[in-house]
């Protein structure tokens, strides 16, 4: 028996190489168990390196490059039915756009978001001040409405709000003003421990209370009050509710394989060259269709719910934020199910069995039309066209609902997008309704012009009951959606057989946007104007000024008014509270004589 020297593997006659090491014939011997040692310690200085030796041998060349083709040949085989598979391209097109969408409402709103969780997290202080004017036509205008006009001009509202989200406290200061002189103004102070009220004009101090005598204080006026002792006030956190990355690559993964697993490839067809026409646009697009019968639609909803009643991360991704709620709204315990919400294992558990229940009664479910689901996409695998159906039977009359959306690049730089909804019974002359929303959009980064129509339609039998549409021309100059100005103008129509009478108002609405995550603030304005002409008898035109201003600060820099320095109204005896109310409704009438001496000087 031969053996290779340097490894001990075993050779054939005709091998002049070690097929195991690389190893050269000549240092390979007939026994080398027979042989010295030191004889076997030199055959092994011998030994040349493997890549020089194997390379050396034709039939190795052979095989590796076999070998690589195989697998290269393979992969790409494998890529490319995975490519052709109309499964796989299905769900890349939906995947590349839901990606696309969460890219553009992440540039859109993301850091909308970002500093809503910041004001929701930090000491803040916003400002929001309303003003208000209507101007009436010559033929409607009177002594009484000319002062009335008059007197909405100079009159506006200012809301002032401090929040210190961590100590759960915050202060609200609202007032009525005339010509930037107070005329009614109240101030609101929250804590955990406390809260009060001062209205200088009925009484001068803070009147409050401790949040644990709410219940006490209420039965002193009606002994049969049953409600909560302690007054809560909730207070959320945007982290509260917001998904953990955990979360998100759970129900990510976790449904993505429960569709995966149920649609079966054959439910699944491509159709090539399809013609596509949208708003004068002519395209060659791919068609998708995912098609399943009523019978397997049903097992795919019982399935859903069954995969849904076993998920318990699912379960408790759901509880911890209803236990939240239920924990900082006071909402805490439910009656009729005796169950403590606050607690994320009682939600939890009656979570489950509100799924088990939903699977159970899935067969109560019943499928006139299987489900239909269509895409049309583009060579790079982008969604042109998206059509969705499915019938269901109801109690009088089968229902079939058909959502479709439309994304069509254009000409110059434009975009064409449309969102349709539509409900109509199994006897399609009986009547239908239909919602659709479209938007055409032009222009580059810093100058975006969007043309959107909103239609709402109801139809009953032959009638239109009701008919209503919204057009929307809007133009967005900026390079980013936090510093922008945006110019709407706007047209609303209701009629139909089912309204009384005809509506129509147009108008416009001007904003300037201004918002800096990093600087800690966020300030818009509003300028609203709506023309009521063609729909009361006395036409008439209102407008809408709302300026607001919030910035993020440092707790020092938030100063909240201490109530505990008012009246405990709590610790009043029967005959103090009686004094005090007494005081109150004699400020109040005194308050009322001196604005109406005011009223008749202006």
């Not at 049969?224 to 759970?250: A, I, Q, R």
């Not at 019943?366 to 583009?378: A, F, M, N, Q, R």
């Amino acid at each position: 028996m031969r053996v290779c020297a340097n490894c001990g593997s075993q050779l054939r006659e005709d091998e002049d190489v070690c097929q195991a090491c690389g190893a050269m014939v000549q240092t390979v011997m007939e026994d080398s168990t027979s042989q010295p040692s030191s004889e076997l310690e030199r055959n092994k200085g011998r030994v040349l390196k493997k890549e020089s030796t194997f390379f050396r041998n034709r039939k190795n060349w052979i095989i590796l490059i076999s070998v690589i083709f195989a697998l290269l040949m393979g992969g790409i085989a494998t890529a490319l039915l995975l490519k052709n598979s109309p499964k796989e391209l299905f769900f890349i097109a939906e995947a590349k756009a839901y990606k696309a969408g969460m890219e553009e409402w992440k540039e859109e709103y993301g850091d909308y978001v970002k500093y809503q969780k910041m004001v929701t997290e930090s000491p803040s202080q916003s400002k929001i001040a309303i003003k208000g004017n209507i101007e009436l036509t010559d033929s409607a205008i009177g002594t009484d409405l000319l002062f009335l006009q008059e007197m909405i001009d100079q009159m506006s509202i200012e809301l002032t709000t401090k929040m210190i989200p961590e100590d759960q406290t915050s202060n609200q200061h609202i007032a009525l003003q005339m010509n930037g002189i107070n005329l009614v103004d109240m101030e609101y102070v929250q804590t955990k421990d406390t809260f009060g009220v001062k209205i200088p004009f009925m009484y001068n101090d803070y009147l409050y209370l401790n949040n644990d005598d709410f219940g006490n204080f209420i039965r002193k006026f009606d002994p049969t009050y049953v409600g909560p002792d302690t007054l809560d006030v909730p207070y959320y956190k945007w982290s509260d509710f917001e998904l953990t990355e955990e979360e998100k690559d759970h129900l990510a993964s976790h449904y993505k394989q429960f569709l995966i697993d149920e649609l079966k490839s054959e439910s699944f067809s491509l159709d090539k060259g399809i013609s596509f026409e949208h708003a004068g646009e002519k395209l060659k697009l791919d068609k998708l269709t995912l098609e399943l019968s009523s019978g397997e639609t049903e097992q795919i909803i019982k399935d859903l719910f069954d995969y849904m009643a076993k998920d318990e991360k699912l379960h408790g991704i759901i509880a911890k934020r209803i236990a939240k709620i239920a924990e900082t709204s006071g909402a805490s315990f439910d009656a009729q199910l005796h169950v403590d919400f606050t607690k994320p294992d009682n939600v939890q558990a009656e979570l489950k069995k509100l799924l088990e229940d939903a699977r159970e009664n899935a067969d109560q479910i019943k499928v006139s039309e299987g489900l239909k689901y269509t895409l049309l996409i583009d060579k790079s695998d982008k969604i042109i066209n998206r059509n969705i159906s499915i019938g269901f039977e109801g109690a009088e009359e089968d229902l079939t609902f058909v959502f479709e959306t439309k994304n069509v690049p254009l000409d110059n730089n434009k975009v064409a997008e449309e969102v349709k909804m539509t409900v109509t019974p199994e006897e399609k002359e009986r009547g239908s309704i239909r919602f659709v929303y479209g938007n055409k959009i032009s222009g580059k980064k810093d100058k975006r012009i969007e043309d959107a129509t909103i239609t709402l339609n109801l139809e009953e039998n032959g009638e239109t009951l009701v008919d209503g549409k919204l057009t929307l021309h809007s133009t967005y100059q900026g390079k980013k959606a936090t510093k922008q100005n945006v110019k709407r103008d706007f047209e609303l129509a209701f009629n139909g057989d089912g309204l009384n009478e005809d509506f129509q108002l147009t108008g416009s609405i001007n904003e300037k946007r201004d918002l800096n995550v990093n600087k800690k603030y966020g300030n818009n304005t509003f300028d609203i104007k709506v023309d009521f002409g063609n729909s009361f008898n006395e036409p008439f035109t209102a407008e809408l000024n709302i300026d607001s201003e919030t910035t993020v600060k440092d707790k020092t820099d938030i100063e909240i008014p201490k109530v505990t320095d008012g009246v405990n109204i709590a610790e009043l005896s029967e005959d103090e509270l009686y004094s005090l109310f007494v005081e109150i409704e004699s400020n109040i009438q005194n308050y009322l004589y001196q604005f109406q001496s005011d009223l008749i000087g202006f």
